[in-house]
């Protein structure tokens, strides 16, 4: 009699994963967890869940895949590992997250988070049910706290390449291995928007000489974003200004700076590459570092 009802739970439990097993549709969404404005960062929480209660799936390998400007955010991390790891022995059916494939250029960079089901049985998969389940923190850092642009952490839905997709495990009948079918996404991609870090922060930073922000490079393009070279945190300073193209010769100068110039010279519009700053402040500081313009 025991024999028998063990045989009914472990039936009763077969059903049910095949009942969840075939049917998946997801939906993921960006949420903005912290903005640590005092050390620069930002961290960004990755969330999944199945599109009804009708679509539970069991979660196999997976890729999360968003565009973010590089303009404003830069260095991503994956900071914490929640669920669908290993990661501190969290869940041994699948391997640590990882971020490999992701990359970062001037203007953008793409995130892909990837999820490897290592795990042989059915019974070691974690359910995609339909409540918001937390995949992974990732932290960026803040190019310049004091841009007063928003900017947008956006997906790569399942119809733009590289796709944002996943699949879900179902066991074969019989046998302790697994076959993986891809799961449908719900057409539900939340994105993020951030806004501007001058807002989020209170203005941290701004009139502060200690806070002298000189940045990298900037695209003179017209598109109403990073056009004009930005000295932030300027307050009452006067900043001598010189720019130098890779043969050493001036490009532009202005010994009072207004954070005006868009990469103009006597000759026109300056050509992409690397150029080089000279600027002298009017508290006795100086820099001379390396910059890149892009249109």
């Known amino acids: 009699m025991v024999r028998f009802c063990l045989l009914i ?4 439990a077969f059903d049910k994963h095949q009942a969840v097993a075939q049917k998946g549709v997801f939906d993921v969404r960006l949420g903005l967890k912290k903005v640590d404005c005092e050390r620069q960062k930002v961290l960004v929480a990755v969330e999944i869940k199945a599109h009804d209660g009708s679509s539970e799936f069991l979660m196999g390998n997976a890729n999360f895949r968003f565009l973010y400007d590089a303009r404003f955010l830069q260095h991503p991390v994956l900071l914490e590992q929640h669920n669908f790891s290993s990661y501190n022995g969290a869940d041994l059916n699948y391997s640590p997250q990882s971020l490999t494939g992701s990359s970062e250029r001037l203007d953008k960079g793409i995130i892909s988070l990837n999820i490897i089901h290592s795990g042989t049985e059915q019974t070691g998969s974690m359910v995609g049910s339909n409540e918001w389940t937390m995949v992974s ?15 947008n952490l956006v997906w790569n839905d399942d119809k733009t390449f590289p796709v944002t997709g996943l699949s879900e495990v179902v066991a074969k009948k019989n046998s302790s291995a697994i076959d993986s079918y ?37 695209s003179p393009n ?30 532009y100068t202005n010994p009072n700076y207004q954070n005006d110039w868009g990469g103009q010279s006597e000759q026109g519009t300056i050509p992409d590459g690397t150029y080089f700053y000279s600027i002298r402040f009017s508290d006795g500081r100086s820099f001379r570092r390396s910059m890149t313009i892009t249109h």
């Open 137 to 151: 923190t990732i932290q960026f850092d803040i190019v310049h706290s004091g841009l007063s642009q928003s900017t």
């Open 222 to 251: 017209g598109d109403g974003i990073n056009d004009v070279f930005v000295i932030h945190n300027l307050g009452a300073l006067k900043a001598d200004v010189t720019i130098f193209n890779m043969n050493g010769h001036i490009v």
């Open 9 to 12: 739970l472990l039936a009763f």
């Open 182 to 218: 891809v799961v449908k996404a719900g057409g539900v991609f939340q994105n993020l928007t951030l806004n501007p870090f001058t807002e989020i922060c209170g203005g941290l930073g701004l009139g502060n000489t200690d806070n002298l922000m000189i940045p990298e490079g900037f």
